[in-house]
Every structure is written in C-alpha cells, then in structure tokens.
C-alpha cells in the first residue's frame, strides 16, 4: 500500500519558520519528483515547489526566497523548510511523489499550516 505522510504543520506567528517532513512508502520503483502543494480555502490547489531527483528545484514565485526544498533519496523523503511565513501561506499542505516507470503520482493526506498575523 503507498502511502505519503507528511509532519510538521502547525500554528506559527507572521515572521516564524516551520519544517514540513514528507515520507514516501509502498513505491516499488524510484520516485521521479517530489512536490509540495498546498490549498488555501476558495483557492485552486497550486504547486509550491517541486524537486527532482537529481536535485534540481523549482519554486512559485511568491515562496521564492522564503522557501527551501530538499529531499533524501534514499529515506524518500521530501522536505520544505518554510521561513519569513506570511498569513497568505495558510493552506493545507500537500505532499505529492512521482513515479515515470508506473506512471502514477501520489499525494499525501495534507498538513494544515495557519500563519497569523
């Protein structure tokens, strides 16, 4: 059974850091890329950032600078350390994982993150 569990949610203040864990089990083939999304209430799902396998990482613009992803192979694992948090992070943040050679993508149960002001 796969299955995604992300850790590391939580209530922080404006200005504060939170770490989001991520880790993948169940996958019988190597995991392409690996992603953080979140949704906000009334918003779209987006992609927050995102990370191959080699390392190389893509952000949306609004994280950039803030935001760091990383993750550890051969844990499969996926991180997001989140600093300089602002009340429009406040979602429910998804972890999601790749596979090319099953041609499936998984996505975890979601964390709340609330940032208050």
């Known amino acids: 059974q796969v299955q995604l569990v992300e850790s590391g949610g939580g209530l922080v203040q404006a200005g504060g850091s939170l770490r989001l864990s991520c880790v993948a089990s169940?996958?019988?083939?190597?995991?392409?890329?690996m992603g953080w999304y979140r949704q906000a209430p009334g918003k779209q799902r987006e992609l927050v950032a995102g990370?191959?396998?080699?390392?190389?990482?893509n952000y949306v613009d609004s994280v950039k600078g803030r935001f760091t992803i990383s993750r550890d192979n051969a844990k499969k694992t996926v991180y997001l350390q989140m600093n300089s948090l602002k009340p429009e992070d406040t979602a429910v943040y998804y972890c999601?994982?790749?596979?090319?050679?099953?041609?499936?993508?998984?996505w975890g149960q979601g964390t709340q993150v609330t940032v208050s002001s």
């Open positions: 990370i191959t396998r080699g390392g190389t990482t």
């Open positions: 169940g996958i019988r083939s190597s995991i392409n890329t």
């Open positions: 999601n994982a790749v596979s090319f050679e099953l041609g499936s993508s998984y």
